[in-house]
């Protein structure tokens, strides 16, 4: 008989040896392994303080509920369920959901929730878990955490490597702006993206939408509009760095695949060449924060709006039991609010500035309508899910997406035309004002499959420009291809001859972004249709 059975306390009660790692190692999980499959879209170093505060909190919730019971293999058990609620409550209410399938087609969240506390409860108050129990518990957990670890050292070994050999930093064509000298009045720049933002044709199309009183409303403030502009590129990623290096991104990446090659996309788009003149010719640089990393320019000199936690945070919290609770209770926000069109940024700037907007409008999520009067996205989640990641190929999905898309894009066009009326009406100095999507929208887009994509409408994007004297303007081609765009700006401003580059339009992988497809021209102007 053992001391603890003598003296009647549980087993593992009260002995310093032998505390439970299980719990630690499952809230250590979940940071990792959504680092781990998120593609290379977010920097590695991200994952550090969500994955201090979920390990501190469980080590805190076991050492103290041990204390509370007497029992800290029984407390481990309990947090190690609260843990597994707290973080896969979506996997397992698709879970129920499959279960009563045959008896209804979706247990509302709530009901989901309570079912699984009182199988908590049950499982926490009558079980009695030893220390043979958190050993086995402990090792499984250690083998499920390997994964993703192994998965993220490999990835930080290779972004060691890329830094080391100074990959991301150069290309081929930075020669051309390393020529460009001070001189002149250099005008103020203001860059909009409209993320998934679709040009007019493409709206009457597929959309059944007209532009014409938004597009009107741009020339009336003097603006031109490339109504046969296309994409470089199918993703935001490629194109924007593609816009940025004014360059078709062949060798960037080398070899490199999955997540190493978006590390050293998104390297060489910090890294670019037009920003890099623009602060080397004396430009103040600056970019609204944005809830999307591969964009997020805070390599600059202002980052505005700065966030307090990091899009990696919100994105696991999002995966969270608290994300619909919040929802429930009304905690919501859209991914553009209103103020966004209302802060005169551009005030805060020091002429020359260089002043960067991308934002999420009218990509998904659809949260927000047209007045502005945030709502809960499709579906009940908050995601950026495009193209059939959210439509499923599903005529009813289809026409959620086509419902949501042009409800935003009603509310994007009334605030970016506030926007830019006040730029340009309170412009002191020469200024050249850049609106355009980055591709177009994801009604008839598979992020995986080329031949199931309606090529003309993804690469179809919104381009409009503006300049206060007129130059811009007249030396914008009709049918520029976006990785131009810097060519014409720097040619017409800044002394520069780059020839224009023949338009190229590129099919890329989502999973495997190393698989790149040339889209033909007759792809390009084939019209597409219903399945």
């Given amino acids: 008989m053992t001391g603890a059975e003598r003296s009647g306390r549980p087993a593992g009660a009260g002995e310093p040896a032998g505390f439970p790692l299980y719990p630690l190692l499952i809230a250590a999980y979940f940071p990792l392994y959504l680092m781990s499959a998120d593609l290379g879209m977010t920097n590695l170093s991200d994952v550090v303080r969500p994955l201090a505060v979920c390990v501190l909190a469980a080590l805190a919730a076991t050492a103290g509920l041990g204390l509370l019971l007497g029992d800290r293999h029984r407390a481990a058990l309990w947090v190690a369920l609260g843990l597994v609620i707290t973080f896969d409550f979506r996997l397992l209410q698709r879970m129920i959901d499959g279960v009563f399938s045959f008896w209804i087609e979706e247990l ?35 083998v499920m955490v390997a994964f993703p670890a192994a998965t993220l050292v490999h990835r930080g070994l290779m972004v060691n490597t890329a830094s080391a050999d100074g990959g991301g930093e150069r290309g081929p064509g930075d020669a051309a702006f390393e020529a460009v000298r001070p001189g002149g009045d250099l005008p103020d720049i203001v860059h909009i993206v409209l993320d998934g933002y679709s040009r007019a044709d493409m709206l009457e199309r597929y959309y059944g939408f007209d532009n014409s009183e938004f597009l009107d409303g741009l020339r009336s403030m003097g603006f031109a509009v490339a109504d046969g502009a296309t994409s470089p590129y199918s993703q935001t990623l490629q194109t924007m760095t593609s816009v940025f290096t004014a360059s078709d991104l062949d060798g960037v990446g080398g070899e490199r695949t999955g997540a190493d090659l978006r590390d050293a996309l998104r390297a060489r788009l910090r890294h670019n060449p037009v920003m890099a003149t623009l602060e080397r010719l004396g430009y103040e640089t600056a970019a609204l924060d944005i809830r999307y990393d591969p964009v997020r320019m805070d390599q600059l000199d202002r980052l505005l709006d700065r966030h307090v936690l990091s899009n990696f945070e919100i994105t696991g919290l999002r995966q969270t039991v608290f994300y619909p609770i919040a929802l429930k209770a009304g905690l919501r926000e859209a991914s553009v609010p209103p103020e966004t069109f209302a802060k005169a940024y551009e005030r805060e700037l020091t002429g020359p500035y260089f002043l960067y907007l991308h934002l999420l409008a009218p990509h998904p999520p659809f949260d927000v309508t047209r007045t502005g009067e945030a709502l ?28 949501g898309y042009v409800e935003k894009l009603l509310y994007t066009n009334d605030g970016i035309l506030g926007l830019v009326g006040r730029i340009i009406g309170e412009a002191k100095r020469p200024t050249v004002v850049i609106i355009h999507g980055d591709h177009g929208g994801g009604l008839w887009f598979d992020h995986d499959s080329a031949e199931r994509s309606c090529m003309q409408e993804r690469f179809s994007p919104l381009l409009a420009v503006h300049a206060s004297d007129g130059r811009l303007q007249r030396d914008l081609p009709r049918d520029i291809g976006l990785a131009n765009l810097y060519r014409v700006v720097f040619n017409t401003y800044f002394g520069t001859a780059m020839p224009l580059l023949p338009a190229r339009s590129v099919f890329v992988g989502w999973k495997q972004p190393e698989f790149r497809r040339v889209v033909a021209p007759a792809e390009l102007a084939r019209t597409c249709g219903p399945e």
């Avoid at 969240?109 to 518990?137: C, D, E, K, Q, T």
């Avoid at 809960?376 to 419902?403: C, I, L, Q, V």
Wanted: glycine share 12%; no cysteine; charged share 20%.
């Fill in 376 to 403: 809960p996205p499709e579906g009940g989640f908050w995601s950026m899910n495009d193209g059939a990641h959210y439509t499923e190929h599903r005529p009813e999905k289809r026409e959620a997406y086509r419902r």
């Fill in 108 to 142: 509302p969240g709530i009901y989901a929730l309570a079912g699984m506390v009182a199988a908590a409860v049950l499982i926490g108050w009558r079980a009695r878990p030893g220390a043979n129990f958190s050993r086995v518990a402990t090792v499984a957990a250690a």
